[in-house]
């Protein structure tokens, strides 16, 4: 049950793309396509984001893209906006009902 | 309105016990996996438990098997966490968690309802 690599940090401009990265491994990411992605303001619960990898629930902006290839995930986040401000988990499920995130990424809209 | 209420943290010595509620309203709450979820101070967001909607499966991290049980109420709408020879390590805020369901399929680690989270300090 090793968590998931996410950079520490990723920062852009307003209006420009990032992407963050989630590497796993062949029993995780690689395994399943159940990669899911949170948003988390300071002193806040998280909040779902991207599940199955690249898929959206109701209510998220269409700036936040998923993908997967083998066993990295990715979070894009286009036209950055100040409010994108947060950290950013990765999460995937890891067979046998265990579930692992990743370490978390900051993201900083300079 | 959906939601899940966390309560239930709190001081506690190295070595003792503490039990975690969760309650669910605005859902119904019989046809959901629950997980819970810890964030340590300053540090990121790790699992820790899941219970099915019958309570017919139940996983544990590493990390607290043996130690943590996880049950439900679901007449009551509850679920709880009975947490046992507590560590410094479990120090952190204890977020419940709702399985993402839609379309007739469940996502495993997909948790589209959170608490608001309950702090559990583990110290002498």
């Known amino acids: 049950q090793s968590a998931l690599t996410q950079p520490a940090s990723v920062s852009g401009s307003p209006g420009q793309s990032i992407t963050i990265s989630c590497t796993g491994t062949?029993?995780?990411?690689?395994?399943?396509?159940?990669v899911s992605w949170y948003q988390q303001h300071p002193g806040k619960a998280p909040k779902f984001m991207i599940y199955e990898g690249s898929r959206r629930p109701s209510g998220v902006s269409n700036r936040f893209s998923g993908s997967k290839s083998g066993s990295t995930a990715s979070l894009t986040i286009s036209g950055l906006q100040a409010e994108d401000e947060a950290d950013y988990y990765c999460c995937s499920y890891a067979g046998g009902g265990i579930v692992v995130f990743g370490g978390g990424t900051k993201v900083t809209v300079l | 309105e959906v939601q899940l209420v966390d309560s239930g943290g709190g001081l506690v010595n190295p070595g003792g016990s503490l039990t975690l509620s969760c309650a669910a309203s605005?859902?119904?709450?019989?046809?959901?996996?629950i997980n819970w979820v810890r964030q340590a101070p300053g540090k990121g967001l790790e699992w820790v438990s899941s219970?099915?909607?019958?309570?017919?499966?139940?996983y544990y991290a590493d990390s607290v098997k043996g130690r943590f049980t996880v049950s439900r109420d679901n007449a009551k709408n509850s679920l709880f966490l009975q947490m046992n020879d507590l560590r410094v390590e479990d120090t952190a805020v204890y977020y419940c968690?709702?399985?993402?369901?839609?379309?007739?399929?469940?996502?495993?680690?997909?948790?589209?309802?959170w608490g608001q989270g309950t702090k559990v300090i583990v110290s002498s």
């Open positions: 968690a709702r399985r993402y369901c839609t379309g007739g399929s469940c996502y495993e680690g997909a948790l589209d309802i």
């Open positions: 219970i099915s909607s019958s309570t017919a499966y139940i």
């Open positions: 605005g859902f119904s709450f019989s046809s959901y996996s």
């Open positions: 062949s029993s995780d990411v690689g395994a399943y396509n159940l």
